[in-house]
Structures are given as C-alpha cells and as structure tokens.
T-cell receptor, first 115, second 114 residues
Framework: AQKITQTQPGMFVQEKEAVTLDCTYD???????LFWYKQPSSGEMIFLIY??????QNATEGRYSLNFQKARKSANLVISASQLGDSAMYFC????????????FGSGTQLTVLP | SQTIHQWPATLVQPVGSPLSLECTVE??????LYWYRQAAGRGLQLLFY??????ISSEVPQNLSASRPQDRQFILSSKKLLLSDSGFYLC?????????????FGSGTQLSVL
C-alpha cells in the first residue's frame, strides 16, 4: 500500500488566492513526522513545513500552513495569497519512528499559479 | 550555517561507462547522508544512506554503489551505466535518524544515459 498519497497530479490557482494541496498517509507508528517540500523547475528540494504526530497545533510557516487531521491521516498543505513564484512541484513526505532513516515521498502535485 | 554541494549539475554518459557523483556537506559534523533518485515526473526513491564513514546501507538492489570516504563526503558510483540509470539524483543530509528531523537537499544531478 502507498504510504503517502497525493491525489492531485496538477492544480491551478489564481494569483493572490489560497490553495490546498492534499496528502494522506498510512502508518502504524504512533510517532512520525510529516513534511512538505517544494521543487521548482531548477530541481532542488526546498523544505517548507513540518508537522509532528504529537503536535496538537497545526504547523504554520509564513504563508504555508498544514491542516493536520490525525484521525483521517491527512496532512494537507495550505498556501495563502499565492504568488507566481509558488508555481512548482510539491511533495508530501513522512518519516516514521520505526524506519526513521527513510523519508517516504508522495508522487507530487504540480501547482501552477495563474496571473 | 550548513550547506550541501552536489556536482556535476548535468551529466550525459554512454551506456556501459562509469559514473561518479559527489556530494559534500559543510558546517556540520557526522551528518546522516542520503542518495535519492527521481524518475521523470515522479517522487523520490531512497537509494543509499550512511550514518558514518564507511557505513553504507542500500535500500534497493541495483547497478549503483555508494561510498563515504570522509565524514562529510558521499559518492555515488557505477562501474557500467545502464539506460535505466537515467534520472535526477539528489544528495541529502540530516542531523539524525529521527522522525522529526528534516532532510536538506543538494541541487541535484540530471543524469542522461544514452
């Protein structure tokens, strides 16, 4: 079974609007970390935001926030006030306590911000 | 601050030729090091990781090998490249193998095997 599922291969959003990128995960570990990375066309992977499984508050980093619903095993990324520079591939990833060396990635969502 | 360097950025190699990709980390000691591969339009697959000098673990059997000759140096190699080795290779490091530790990635190497 897929550990990380991103069901949106591509998304479009109007500049200055908010957008939600979906991510669901599968784990039997009680302790795990969830990450979002941005990959622009240049190829580098840029860390955006982290949510720990025991964190009660949703993580926020500037215009990025993570909508963490533990019971539903979802960790959606919300980007507020989209900018043209947000156009990129976005990956959801997970590290489980039982296999912490492995950062497992989803297949990604290509976000395009329209002017 | 910590930085990670990866080179070359682009590489075109014929089938059957050797490969050597290098990655170095600055500003930290005893990092955990990783090699990932990304096929076109897909997520990342962990190839190798290392928790110390000379300590290499392979996640998938394949035509590639890795070495860590120095604390902050990680090398990905092949004796004879296959067409299926084409892809985008990313080196990464983290402080430790904990679920809360994020990975920091290099800028990647686009390898085309022809």
């Amino acid at each position: 079974a897929q550990k990380i599922t991103q069901t949106q291969p591509g998304m479009f959003v109007q500049e200055k609007e908010a957008v939600t990128l979906d991510c669901t995960y599968d784990t039997s570990d009680q302790s795990y970390g969830l990450f979002w990375y941005k990959q622009p066309s240049s190829g580098e992977m840029i860390f955006l935001i982290y949510q720990g499984s025991y964190d009660e508050q949703n993580a926020t980093e500037g215009r990025y926030s993570l909508n963490f619903q533990k019971a539903r095993k979802s960790a959606n990324l919300v980007i507020s006030a989209s900018q043209l520079g947000d156009s990129a591939m976005y990956f959801c990833a997970m590290r489980e306590r039982g296999s912490a060396r492995q950062l497992t990635f989803g297949s990604g969502t290509q976000l395009t911000v329209l002017p | 601050s910590q930085t990670i360097h990866q080179w070359p950025a682009t590489l075109v190699q014929p089938v059957g030729s050797p490969l050597s990709l290098e990655c170095t980390v600055e500003g930290t000691s005893n990092p955990n090091l990783y090699w990932y591969r990304q096929a076109a339009g897909r997520g990342l697959q962990l190839l190798f990781y290392s928790v110390g000098i000379g300590q290499i673990s392979s996640e998938v059997p394949q035509n590639l090998s890795a070495s860590r000759p120095q604390d902050r140096q990680f090398i990905l190699s092949s004796k004879k490249l296959l067409l299926s080795d084409s892809g985008f290779y990313l080196c990464a490091w983290s402080v430790a193998d904990r679920a809360s530790e994020k990975l920091f990635f290099g800028s990647g190497t686009q390898l085309s095997v022809l």
